[in-house]
């Protein structure tokens, strides 16, 4: 079995937020989420809505960027 599952650490152990049937002593991967909130930029849509052609010039690149200024790799 494969699956991803949502969960929280109580101070002590790991909880499972979703019903998974599990064997004892059934190998399992845990990703630890990284929690520090960044403050998210604000975007405007409202300045590239109703651009028309001009949208597909110099606009389109603009806002590809604004877009992916706060994406995480």
Do not use: C, W
């Not at 049937?21 to 300045?47: A, F, H, R, W, Y």
């Amino acid at each position: 079995m494969l699956a991803t599952v949502k969960g929280y650490y109580n101070g002590n152990h790991i909880v499972i937020s979703e019903n998974v049937n599990l064997n004892i002593g059934q190998e399992v991967m845990i990703t630890i989420l990284d929690t520090e909130s960044v403050p998210k930029k604000k975007i405007d849509l409202k300045k590239y809505m109703g651009k028309g052609e001009k949208m597909f010039q110099t606009d389109a690149q603009d806002y590809i960027k604004e877009m992916r200024s706060d994406e995480r790799i």
